[in-house]
């Protein structure tokens, strides 16, 4: 059994994620952060302590290493060169395709981990730029249009912080 720290710490991670609004550029990397944070407090919970049948074990793993690494890659993407809708299609390709596993409720914890990376990542696609010919009125609360070859520009703090996402979503640093 897992120290009931690591469950505060996954929820901790959900309600800061609640608490944040706003999709800029700084919003966009702090969701990027969260989704990361929050594969980091799912693994530890996959051990063979776990209880965790091999199959589903597995699942999760493959799960976590696939996020892990497409969080890496919209890092690079971000911080890459290329227009807002250029980069909003490669970072959408990276995480198609990555499924979260249904884990049963027997397994809270490991579920609720999970649960809340998937949330986290689907909270960071979605403050992405979308292309939208819809009015604001319209479009999906926290949709941003994109601007045809329009190119954020990042700050070297904004750089910094996606270098760091990519070394802990690929090494599990810090």
Not at 21 to 37: F, H, K, P, Y
Request: charged share 10%; with cysteine.
């Amino acid at each position: 059994m897992r120290p009931k720290h690591t469950f505060a710490a996954a929820t901790l991670v959900v309600v800061a994620a609640v608490a944040f609004s706003g999709c800029g550029t700084n919003q966009v990397i702090t969701n990027l952060e969260l989704a990361v944070d929050a594969v980091q407090v799912a693994l530890p919970l996959i051990g063979p302590a776990a209880g965790l049948p091999a199959d589903l074990q597995g699942q999760i793993q493959t799960y976590l290493g696939a996020t892990s690494q497409a969080i890496g890659k919209a890092s690079d993407i971000l911080s890459g060169p290329g227009d807002d809708a250029a980069k909003a299609a490669q970072i959408t390709a990276a995480f198609a395709g990555i499924a979260a596993p249904i884990v049963p409720v027997k397994y809270q914890g490991i579920a609720t981990a999970v649960q809340q990376v998937a949330v986290l990542v689907s909270k960071f696609l979605a403050g992405l730029p979308s292309p939208s010919t819809q009015p604001i009125a319209v479009r999906a609360p926290g949709s941003h249009p994109i601007v045809p070859g329009q190119t954020t520009k990042l700050s070297a703090s904004d750089l910094s912080r996606l270098a760091a996402i990519k070394q802990k979503a690929l090494t599990g640093k810090h």
